[in-house]
């Protein structure tokens, strides 16, 4: 099994956690990841007004891995009827926008994967390996419940490869092309007329929404990170897997890069490193609970005496790392039941 969590005891009681957005694709994902976390247990589920008082179980499946047994007979809630002190908010981002405010003023502590406030100063734009200090900008927050947001699916793994490197190396520019699965569309996804044979090199708002949230991740969390950052994206034939190829170029020669990466590992095991010129592939490499980082041939080329760039291709699973097991993740950094809170 690959799916990970940083370190929360699993000798606490668990907490009482309410999913929203229960029957969509994030929503499914995260319910099916949960039956692996002790710590926590699903005691609600919310979604329209149409579904309330209706079992999990009436609501069409589509996630791979299987419906949570003892969850199947569960009812939805309505979103105004949530109890739990913490929510899972897997809601469209309008949606978001009237009911994660609503909830934290209640004293809710919500975990959003929607992209309505991720750029809020005051909300922490959370990947918990790489910047779990930023979890401090909750004090700045006025509520009694407290609102942590995950990033883009894309960001959230290209943070991931990118602040190993960035702790070795000066930076001087970054330079990224995304391949991204239909999945990332949202069921139903992108049309089979558009995509079926075909890339399409355009996702409407996706570029520019990746270099915002990575100057946001990957800065000190008052400042943005500052380093210009380019980025391409396309929508491939693929149902599940976002993959990405990046050149980082640096202001001093490149240097043990794969070790860069394994030392990392020692504290935080997020990275499958690959050999192979064929890999990673999201076929081969994949599984349905994925939390991992694949990164494929890393590259370097020297740049005169004083400069180089490192090219590396990587993968990451955009409904789990990218999605549900990021609010997870979220959620176990917020509980501070491990040492991503301590990381600089």
Not at 87 to 110: F, K, N, Q
Not at 239 to 261: E, F, K, N, S, W
Not at 316 to 339: P, Q
Request: proline content about 8%; glycine content about 6%.
């Amino acid at each position: 099994m690959s799916f990970y969590i940083p370190c929360v005891s699993n000798n606490r009681t668990p907490i009482d956690v309410a999913v929203v957005g229960a029957s969509g694709t994030v929503g499914q994902k995260v319910l099916a990841l949960s039956t692996h976390l002790p710590w926590m247990r699903i005691t609600e589920i919310a979604g329209s007004d149409t579904r309330a008082n209706t079992p999990l179980s009436s609501c069409p499946w589509r996630e791979v891995l299987p419906m949570p047994k003892a969850l199947s007979s569960l009812p939805f809630c309505t979103m105004d009827d949530v109890s739990a002190p913490y929510i899972l908010s897997c809601l469209p981002h309008d949606v978001a926008e009237i009911y994660e405010p609503l909830w934290a003023e209640r004293g809710h502590h919500v975990f959003s994967n929607a992209s309505t406030f991720r750029m809020f100063p005051e909300i922490p734009l959370l990947v918990p390996e790489i910047n779990g200090h930023h979890l401090s900008l909750i004090d700045q927050q006025k509520t009694r419940g407290k609102r942590v947001n995950n990033p883009n699916c894309s960001a959230t793994a290209l943070a991931c490869a990118l602040a190993p490197i960035m702790t070795k190396h000066p930076v001087r520019h970054i330079s990224i092309v995304t391949l991204q699965s239909v999945s990332g569309a949202g069921y139903p996804g992108v049309s089979s007329m558009d995509i079926l044979g075909n890339t399409i090199p355009h996702i409407p708002g996706e570029a520019p929404k990746i270099v915002v949230e990575l100057q946001k991740i990957l800065g000190s969390g008052d400042q943005a990170l500052g380093i210009p950052i380019t980025v391409n994206v396309h929508r491939v034939p693929v149902m599940y897997g976002h993959a990405a190829t990046i050149h980082i170029l640096l202001d001093q020669p490149a240097r043990d890069v794969a070790d860069v990466y394994r030392q990392f590992n020692q504290t935080h095991p997020i990275f499958a490193l690959h050999d192979g010129d064929d890999r990673p592939q999201a076929l081969r490499d994949l599984s349905h609970d994925d939390m991992r980082i694949h990164i494929g041939p890393i590259h370097t080329a020297a740049l005169g005496s004083d400069a180089s760039v490192i090219a590396l291709n990587i993968l990451s699973h955009n409904l789990v790392r990218g999605a549900a097991g990021a609010v997870l993740a979220n959620l176990a950094c917020f509980l501070g039941h491990g040492d991503v809170l301590s990381r600089t």
